[in-house]
């Protein structure tokens, strides 16, 4: 069975503040891939990344960073000077076999 | 990348009447489609995947008769709302993959269809 965690319901921040979203997952599988998706308003889903198991560097890409940590199932995520076309759900996500697993999502609004 | 469609994105039916969403690969055969199912502020929850030409396989708890799938193509898989009832109304979202490269695949994503019943 495969778990992913996201105890951050609501997130809000002042424009330019850092803001850090949590993820905890679990699975027995050996062979696995993390996700992050950003899911704005209009309710399509954005792809940000994919992580296998094998590879825990972690990845910046722009404004955003991710912080992958096998030994504590955690694959966490930043979003550096947050924008305010930053505000959206944003979903960890984790698969398996071949079915992905969502996390409940963190709402992030980030205010002028 | 590769790009998902639906049809409607959004649609309000009568209780009672059926509803159907397709679900398009546009650029790219699907041998795999998945249809998730997302309620406000909840997150996506998996309905079912669709293998073209073979029987969808039901997640737990959704009634086959109710959400009919059909994947009769590599391009396309439509989801036919049966007797939609208010309890109905949600976000529904299709997602395709584009079968295993090194073993590894891509999974893209459809805009959603927002299904309201009244």
């Known amino acids: 069975a495969q778990k992913v965690t996201q105890a951050q319901t609501e997130i809000s921040v002042v424009e330019k503040e850092d803001v850090t979203l949590d993820c905890v997952y679990e699975?027995?599988?050996?062979?696995?891939?993390l996700f992050w998706y950003k899911q704005p308003p209009s309710g399509e889903l954005v792809f940000l990344i994919r992580?296998?198991?094998?590879?825990?560097q972690n990845e910046i890409s722009g404004r955003y960073s991710w912080n992958f940590q096998k030994s504590t199932s955690s694959f966490n995520f930043t979003i550096t000077a947050s924008q305010v076309v930053d505000s959206a759900v944003y979903f960890c996500a984790l698969r398996g076999d071949y079915k992905l697993s969502f996390g409940a999502g963190t709402t992030v609004t980030v205010r002028a | 990348g590769a790009v998902v469609s639906q049809h409607p994105s959004w649609v309000i039916c009568k209780s009672g009447t059926s509803v159907k969403i397709e679900c398009r690969s546009l650029d790219f055969q699907a041998t795999t489609m998945f249809w998730y199912r997302q309620f406000p502020k909840q997150s996506l929850m998996l309905m079912a995947t669709?293998?073209?030409?073979?029987?969808?396989?039901?997640e737990q708890g959704v009634e086959k008769d109710k959400f009919l799938i059909n994947h009769a193509s590599l391009t396309l898989s439509t989801l036919t709302v049966t007797s939609a009832h208010p309890e109905d109304s949600s976000f529904y979202i299709c997602?395709?993959?584009?079968?295993?490269?090194?073993?590894?695949?891509?999974?893209?994503f459809g805009p959603g269809t927002r299904l309201t019943v009244t």
């Open positions: 669709s293998n073209e030409g073979s029987k969808a396989t039901y």
């Open positions: 992580r296998n198991s094998f590879d825990e």
């Open positions: 699975t027995r599988d050996t062979t696995y891939y």
């Open positions: 997602s395709a993959h584009t079968g295993t490269v090194s073993g590894v695949y891509e999974q893209y």
